[in-house]
């Protein structure tokens, strides 16, 4: 157990519906990573908060939106859903901005129909 | 373009030695991570280079070379609990990831 948590484990939904995954980061830990990995993919790097700001961006689609809060749990909002969107959606945490170790949450298996 | 290649699988008995390798083209090159990844779980961290050298943790060892733009990891007396997918992934400028393909090992009995 890496002291990531996220929500929901599972989620189906249509396409053109939007969608919001939640993240709590490990206890202390100030930067979130959101990435996303598909069969055809790997992991990709969408985006990265660090005490609520945004520090980096990978490959996030103009439809995707993330954020992190006051009290450090991030989401990520999916919108205009596509087929393509399915996959499995991490979340990650280190204690600094510019950490090579990162933790790992359990994913967010999402499935667009 | 930014990319980092690993050989799509490997194959090796119980108690032996593998070497994973990872190429890398990437710009503000910062390190190499490497993560293991279970079917069905999350990655998870195992090693970290951002010198040219050997960094041993245990039975796992990883490697740098800058001028090359090469890394492996080195897993030494195999066990049945290893077989997942190990994937390498850069760290760039402005706090960027780059993760490559990952390498799927089977440990055989």
């Known amino acids: 157990d890496s002291g990531v948590t996220q929500t929901p484990k599972h989620l189906i939904t249509a396409t053109g519906q939007r969608v919001t995954l939640r993240c709590s980061p490990r206890?202390?830990?100030?930067?979130v990573y959101w990435y996303q990995q598909s069969l055809d993919q790997g992991l990709q790097f969408l985006i990265q908060?660090?005490?609520?700001?945004?520090?980096a961006k990978g490959n996030i689609l103009e439809r995707f939106s993330a954020q992190q809060f006051p009290d450090l749990h991030s989401e990520l909002n999916l919108s205009s859903l596509e087929l393509g969107d399915s996959a499995l959606y991490f979340c990650?945490?280190?204690?600094?901005?510019?950490?090579?170790?990162?933790?790992f949450g359990p994913g967010t298996r999402l499935t667009v129909t | 373009g930014q990319s980092l290649e690993q050989p799509s699988e490997v194959t090796a008995v119980e108690g032996a030695i593998v070497q994973i390798n990872c190429t890398y083209q990437?710009?503000?090159?910062?390190?190499l991570s490497w993560y293991q990844q279970h079917d069905g779980g999350a990655p998870t961290f195992l090693s970290y280079?951002?010198?040219?050298g050997l960094e041993e943790t245990g039975r796992f060892s990883s490697f740098l070379s800058r001028s090359d733009s090469y890394g492996y990891l080195l897993l030494q007396e195999l066990q049945m609990k290893d077989s997942a997918s190990y994937f390498c992934?850069?760290?760039?400028?402005?706090?960027?990831?780059?993760f490559g393909t990952g390498t799927r090992l089977k440990v055989l009995a």
């Open positions: 990650a945490s280190s204690s600094s901005v510019n950490s090579y170790e990162q933790y």
């Open positions: 206890s202390g830990d100030l930067s």
């Open positions: 908060y660090y005490n609520g700001e945004e520090r």
């Open positions: 990437t710009s503000g090159f910062y390190g």
């Open positions: 280079n951002a010198l040219d």
């Open positions: 992934a850069a760290l760039r400028g402005t706090y960027k990831y780059i």
